[in-house]
């Protein structure tokens, strides 16, 4: 089975940080793209952040840049998501993603988490 696991959502404080990381099995990850998207209530399901195989590719939405961290560690096939002073905004069920080259829009991705609630309260 290939499961991406997500683990370090949580409650926090509006300005305050949160780290997010999804560790990926069953299969082997090379030359994916990994990602974040992010679902509120009542919204469509948005990208949020992704990351090449190498690294060297990353891309951000407006709404996160200078906010948000996206890194991967291929050894342990884990990508993560540093998020810094957070909004109220920011809440929303935070998905993990892996898709074959680059990540595009949810409908093309390959692989998801079940997802972390991150909650940001004023």
């Known amino acids: 089975q290939v499961q991406l696991v997500e683990s370090g959502g949580g409650l926090v404080r509006t300005g305050g940080s949160l780290g997010l990381s999804c560790a990926a099995s069953?299969?082997?990850?090379?030359?994916?793209?990994m990602g974040w998207f992010r679902q509120a209530p009542g919204k469509e399901r948005e990208f949020v952040a992704a990351i090449s195989w190498s690294g060297g590719s990353i891309y951000y939405t407006d709404s996160v840049k200078g906010r948000f961290t996206i890194s991967r560690d291929n050894a342990k096939n884990t990508v993560y998501l540093q998020m810094n002073s957070l909004k109220p905004e920011d809440t929303a069920v935070y998905y993990c993603?892996?898709?074959?080259?680059?990540?595009?829009?949810?409908?093309?991705?390959?692989?998801w988490g079940q997802g972390t609630q991150v909650t940001v309260s004023s």
């Open positions: 993603a892996s898709q074959r080259g680059t990540i595009t829009v949810p409908t093309t991705v390959d692989y």
């Open positions: 069953g299969r082997t990850f090379s030359g994916y793209a």
